[in-house]
């Protein structure tokens, strides 16, 4: 789960983390009233669920209020197209007005789960901003990488031999010590997968300021944080991905043209790498679960279908809990309900699997059923070839 910056930067600031000034405004009118507040000079910042705005041009210093209207009327209902978002973009709904800040020094700072060692790990550089992707490629010797003992924590020394490692000393050093003790336990407690102040800057007053910062929040924890599902922005996700949720699905758009359900994300792993492997593309990640009903497996086949990208499905299921049966009598009623006509292939296995096969093949659907998963994903892209 992802949230805007400004969401972010009102978390770090109740962990004592400082931010800069700032007003979210959801019209132009508001852009101009809180530049003026921010005293004319001033920070405009689309709030898109995608990092790379500034190289496309959805941040701008302004000087005067004026001046902050004109952009924000420029940049409401505007599509951001940022290497994170894919060509379709984003459209900006919010956007951040914050105060400018005169910088002496840039540094990156972050804290992940490193999936490798199953710890969080502290990432921290010199050299932050906007091209700290070009840095870790071509200068990998400046990012720092320290991997936090879940059983000890993070410790002061720990932080402290960070934030020297980051060319600080006195008085901002201890700052920062301070500050990267406070987002360990801000990752901790508000149960992230991932927190990220890029740039965290020194201004030429000797300041230490989070300019920016990315929270995502661990899906799986959602239920311990009440607060979390109305900070969503439901305007920046796939309305199939919504609606998917509602079910307690398992879907992720994805650019091809091959509508994919499986039970197992495992299963759903491999089912989209032998897919490409004989040149097909899946339009979808489609995890409908071990223990599915017949209504959520009809639920995700409407799903499948509601996107216009889809030209075929090709589902794929191990009937371990999952009887067969079930799974077909589902894939029939939804595709009766929406008179589905595409080309669909059906591989299944495991419990009932002969009378999942034989009500498939009697319910006058344009469907075939696959051996295994090599013969039905060869079906699937012939069928579209």
Not at 31 to 50: N, S
Not at 332 to 356: F, H, N, Q, T, Y
Request: hydrophobic share 40%.
């Amino acid at each position: 789960m992802n949230i805007h910056e400004y969401q972010a930067k009102e978390i770090l600031n109740a962990y004592g983390i400082p931010v800069p000034r700032g007003r979210v405004a959801l019209t132009s009118d508001q852009v101009e009233r809180a530049c003026k507040e921010m005293g004319g000079r001033c920070v405009i910042k689309a709030q898109i669920y995608a990092g790379g705005r500034g190289k496309a041009g959805g941040v701008k210093l302004v000087h005067v209020p004026e001046q902050a209207q004109e952009f924000g009327k420029e940049l409401f209902g505007k599509r951001l197209v940022t290497p994170q978002t894919g060509p379709e973009g984003l459209k900006v709904r919010r956007i951040l007005v914050e105060e400018a800040v005169d910088i002496a020094r840039e540094f990156y700072l972050s804290i992940t789960l490193d999936r490798e060692t199953s710890r969080y790990c502290l990432i921290a550089s010199a050299e932050g901003g906007v091209d700290i992707e070009e840095v870790a490629r071509k200068s990998p010797e400046k990012i720092h990488l320290f991997a936090i003992d879940p059983y000890t924590g993070l410790r002061p020394y720990q932080a402290r031999k960070i934030a020297l490692a980051l060319g600080l000393t006195g008085s901002v050093c201890e700052d920062c010590v301070e500050l990267i003790l406070n987002l360990y336990r801000c990752c901790l407690e508000k149960d992230c997968q991932l927190v990220e102040i890029n740039p965290l800057v020194v201004t030429k007053a000797g300041w230490l300021l989070a300019m920016d910062a990315k929270f995502t929040f661990d899906d799986n924890a959602v239920f311990r944080h009440r607060e979390y599902p109305d900070m969503v922005d439901y305007s920046q996700l796939d309305p199939l991905e919504i609606n998917a949720g509602k079910y307690d699905l398992a879907y992720i758009k994805l650019k091809g043209n091959i509508g994919c359900m499986v039970n197992g994300a495992g299963l759903a792993m491999a089912t989209l790498d032998v897919l490409k492997e004989f040149g097909g593309e899946p339009a979808n990640f489609l995890d409908v679960g071990g223990g599915a009903t017949r209504e959520k497996v009809a639920e995700a086949f409407k799903i499948i279908l509601e996107d216009c990208d889809a030209k075929g499905v090709f589902v794929n299921i191990f009937g371990g809990i999952m009887r067969c049966d079930i799974i077909a009598q589902g894939i029939i009623e939804a595709a009766g309900e929406v008179k589905c006509i595409l080309p669909i292939v059906v591989r299944m296995d495991g419990s009932k699997v002969e009378e999942g096969k034989k009500l498939l093949l009697d319910s006058g659907l344009n469907v075939q059923c696959a051996d295994n998963l090599g013969d039905g994903a060869a079906r699937i892209v012939k069928m579209l070839g």
